[in-house]
């Protein structure tokens, strides 16, 4: 049953209000990360994320800096890098990269044209809204962020707001393209599948700088989803059972639904809209948009099955980078809406396997698409994949299309900013669990909390919490804890089994300094796909350890696949060919898993952690080798039922699936003679 979060359809007295979320935001800033956490936003921060401003073309000559490169008509690279670069330096506090941010900033507002667009565009054939919410995105978190540059940043928005506003009025101009006048700015219609995310910005505006522009914003909301629907691209009537597809591509017609990162954004557009119309149909359909994702379209990493379009729940098919942070920032923006613990899972899910398994261990190359099943990560003999190149699942600077380069590092800055959520205004609710920390006021009263662990290595939260007032902390209990032995113990009290409620565990945490922990028992679960079989423990998947051997060579360009000249990459950045030298053709017994290695309690955990050497936890199976057909320049899909022979027993090493660069984690099921 699903939360009714508000009453039935819009009446006139509540017209003009927007529902609100469950659970508040806090600033950005306010959460910072420790331990292995820490460490892997520094390596972006020291790596692509944090010096594509320095080197990348798309970014360093974007003309939204008065440069000439673009990698579409989009003109979107800018944009995403400023969405992901205002949360990195501000969860690590690291004034290079806000000066980065600082210097966008400056020129962008410095340059908002006189009728009030924001960007380099000075034409309507060149004039598309979508990349502008992404750098609305951007704006809202740097205006939370930095209270000195808040009026500007609301000044340009109130601007730009009153052009698209008369822009949408006018047949939709920057939203739908006009052919008979020339109009080029989104030839795929990108911006009409995610006509959801400006109003996101928008409704932030709405709420806390309004101005008295209410009705301007209220409409440009409302002109945003009806050009949507005039441009046949309202979710609701993609969200419905017998229309959402079931399988991959080959059983569908590809459309902007069923593009995998528009999916993977447009899970939240239901929810967006009820927040705007109040109908509480929406509400449902979230519900139901989010499990037939899951059920027919989702890794076993956590994030959606597209290699441009839906692969269905084939491990030979990729996973893009871009929907792995785009499912962490839908999921996040659902729990925070409804308070639904399994989406909160889910994001978790992304972020321990999806995330990490397509970053190198430096954070220097990434994958554009990531399989469930891939044995080598090269360019491929032939081709596996719908709408991709077969270059696509190397690491590399540019290893397909560019917008993974350039968004990808949002991934755990806006996981930081968003573990910590109010509830009400006198209570602390820990969302995404890991190593952070939050500085923040209840009731006008400082309130520090800091929370050391190893999670989701090691099953153990430790909080330390300095407090000026009395208030209720709530710790967000995964689903897949083992409730009867979990425990949670008080400083100064015995240990206890703890009661859940909506997910939550409650501590009513005195003025003072108080001490707790939670323990999350983590046992060892499979899921069965097609007759094979998937392993998890806790929220990580785990994977055969496959040994490898990397090459690395000059990046290349995307467009060609030729040598960049040195002038164009960073001397850290590589492309990378990585070949097996050990044996992965094996099914496995599951009724043998056991942990081999765990993670010992109040360790300092390896950096990087997500490497074949750098996770502390292990499993063994039994295992045997089988044969196992390469088709389409890739491993087949899993043999069903192999039948093996006992006397090739072997013990098959599994490790997280964010370590394993190579990876078998969807396997065969060892049937015996």
Not at 68 to 82: C, K, Q, R, V
Not at 603 to 628: H, M
Request: net charge negative; hydrophobic share 35%; proline share 6%.
């Amino acid at each position: 049953m699903v939360n009714q979060v508000a009453g039935s359809n819009a009446t006139d007295q509540d017209v003009k209000t927007l529902v609100p979320f469950k659970y508040g935001s806090l600033p950005l800033g306010s959460i910072t990360p420790s331990g292995w956490l820490r460490d892997q936003i520094q390596l972006s921060a020291d790596g692509l994320g944090g010096h594509l401003y320095d080197f990348y073309r798309y970014v360093a000559r974007s003309t939204w800096l008065g440069g000439d490169f673009e990698y579409s008509e989009l003109h979107e690279s800018a944009p995403y890098w400023f969405n992901y670069i205002v949360p990195l330096a501000w969860v690590l506090d690291d004034q290079r990269l806000k000066t980065q941010a600082r210097e966008f900033l400056d020129y962008t507002l410095e340059n908002q044209a006189e009728d009030g667009w924001l960007g380099p565009e000075k034409t309507r054939q060149t004039r598309g809204i979508w990349a502008r919410s992404l750098l609305c995105f951007g704006l809202v978190q740097y205006a939370e962020a930095d209270l000195t540059q808040t009026d500007r940043i609301v000044d340009a928005m109130h601007k730009f707001v009153a052009l698209v506003h008369s822009m949408l009025k006018d047949s939709f101009t920057g939203l739908l393209q006009n052919r008979d006048k020339g109009d080029k700015f989104d030839p795929y219609g990108f911006g009409v599948s995610r006509t959801h995310e400006l109003p996101i910005s928008l409704m932030w505006l709405y709420e806390n700088h309004p101005r008295g522009n209410e009705e301007a914003i209220w409409e440009t909301i409302e002109l945003m989803f009806e050009g949507g629907r005039k441009g046949s691209r309202d979710w609701t009537t993609f969200f419905v059972n017998g229309v959402f597809p079931k399988l991959g591509t080959g059983t569908f017609k590809t459309s902007g639904f069923t593009h995998g990162v528009n999916l993977a954004e447009g899970l939240r557009y239901p929810t967006v809209l009820y927040r705007w119309n109040k109908n509480s149909s929406l509400i449902q359909q979230t519900y139901d948009a989010v499990n037939m994702t899951l059920e027919y379209q989702t890794s076993l990493s956590g994030s959606i099955i597209g290699d441009e379009h839906l692969g269905g729940l084939s491990p030979q098919r990729g996973s893009e980078l871009c929907m792995a942070v785009e499912s962490m920032f839908s999921y996040a923006y659902l729990y925070r809406f409804y308070g639904e613990n399994k989406f909160a899972d889910r994001v978790e899910l992304a972020a321990f396997n999806a995330l990490p398994a397509a970053m190198s261990p430096d954070w220097w190359a990434h994958q554009y698409v990531t399989q469930t099943n891939e044995p080598w990560s090269k360019n491929l003999t032939a081709n596996p994949f719908f709408n991709v190149v077969t270059y696509a699942n190397t690491y590399g600077l540019e290893p397909n299309f560019p917008c993974c380069t350039v968004n990808h590092p949002q991934g755990y800055p806006k996981y930081v900013a968003s573990s910590y959520v109010k509830k009400g205004d006198d209570d602390l609710v820990h969302m995404l669990l890991g190593p952070t920390s939050v500085k923040t006021d209840l009731k006008g009263k400082a309130v520090t909390i800091s929370c050391d662990t190893n999670y989701p290595f090691s099953d153990e939260l430790r909080y330390k919490i300095n407090s000026e007032t009395d208030f209720n902390f709530y710790v967000r209990i995964p689903e897949w804890t083992v409730k009867q032995k979990a425990k949670v113990h008080l400083a100064g009290d015995e240990a206890k089994n703890f009661t859940v409620g909506n997910g939550l565990h409650r501590f009513f945490v005195k003025k003072g300094q108080t001490s707790l922990s939670v323990q999350l028992p983590m046992e060892i679960t499979t899921v069965t796909r097609n007759q094979t079989i998937g392993v998890y423990r806790g929220p990580l998947l785990y994977a055969a350890d496959i040994e490898y051997l990397y090459t690395p060579h000059q990046p290349l360009n995307w467009t060609d696949r030729t040598p960049l000249d040195n002038s164009e990459v960073s001397p850290h950045s590589k492309d990378y060919v990585l070949e097996p030298t050990s044996e992965w053709r094996y099914a496995i017994d599951p009724s043998t898993l056991k942990v081999s290695e765990d993670c010992p309690k109040n360790t300092k955990l390896a950096n990087p952690v997500f490497t074949r050497g750098g996770s502390p936890i292990r499993l063994e199976v039994d295992a045997y080798p089988i044969d196992w057909p390469e088709t389409l320049g890739t491993a087949a899909l899993p043999p069903v039922d192999p039948i093996v022979d006992r006397s090739t027993k072997a013990t098959l090493k599994l490790i997280p699936f964010g370590a394993a660069k190579l990876h078998i984690a969807q396997f065969p099921i060892a049937k015996f003679e």
